[in-house]
Every structure is written in C-alpha cells, then in structure tokens.
C-alpha cells in the first residue's frame, strides 16, 4: 500500500506541474501539435454552461490529489490548495497573451474539484 501512496503523490505533483505548464502557455498546446496551430482549442465534449475540459482537468488532478492524500493531516491543506488553484490558474488568463478569462472555464475548474470533495466526503461518511 505504501508504494500506491507513493505512486499517487508524484502522480498527482506530476499532474499539477503539466496542468500549470498548459494553463500558462500562451495558446493551446494540444491544438499546437494536432492542428499546428496553437490557436485551436481542442474539445473533448460540447461545452454546456462550463467548460468541460476545464471540468474534466479539475476532475482528475484532484481526485489524484484526493486519493494521494486521503487519510493524512495534508488532506484539508490539498483541498483549499485545489480551490486556490482552479481559481488562480483562470485568472492569469486575464494578463496571459492569447488567452482569454471566461467565468465557464472558472466554474468548470471549480466544479472539478467540489465534485470530487463531494464523492470523497460521502465515501468518507458512508465507509
């Protein structure tokens, strides 16, 4: 079990790096190299009110972060870090070249990570 723990601690630093490397690029990386044009935002579903990459990102960096950190004193610390994170990241889009602030994008990145704050505290109650 140590070695899972392990694994999900630097999967999720890993993950967190490559989420603020894509976030601060100015233009869209995966665009970048699927189109050659970094203008090109790729969508993986329809966005509806929020932006579902931005959800989906939100999603898996804190469920790593969840999972990684589960059970530990850290656990509160990674949740306000996450909050602090999907905020911060859309806001230096207001100042990034070729990127663009969009309250869809904030409330995506948000609702990621109270999705998942909601399964791990039912899961928390209930196991």
Known sequence: MKYITKFLILAFHSAN???IIFYLYPGSIFGHFLYGDSSI???LTRD???SSN???AFIISSSLGVLA?????KIKLVII???LLSII???FHL???NRDFELGDLFGNILGVIFVIIIYKVKKKYA
């Open 41 to 43: 935002q790729p969508q």
């Open 17 to 19: 790096i490559i989420l």
């Open 81 to 83: 870090y996450l909050f």
């Open 48 to 50: 509806f009110i929020i």
């Open 54 to 56: 931005h959800l989906y």
């Open 89 to 91: 990241l859309e806001l």
């Open 69 to 73: 950190y589960k059970g530990t004193k």
């Open 95 to 97: 100042i990034i070249p």
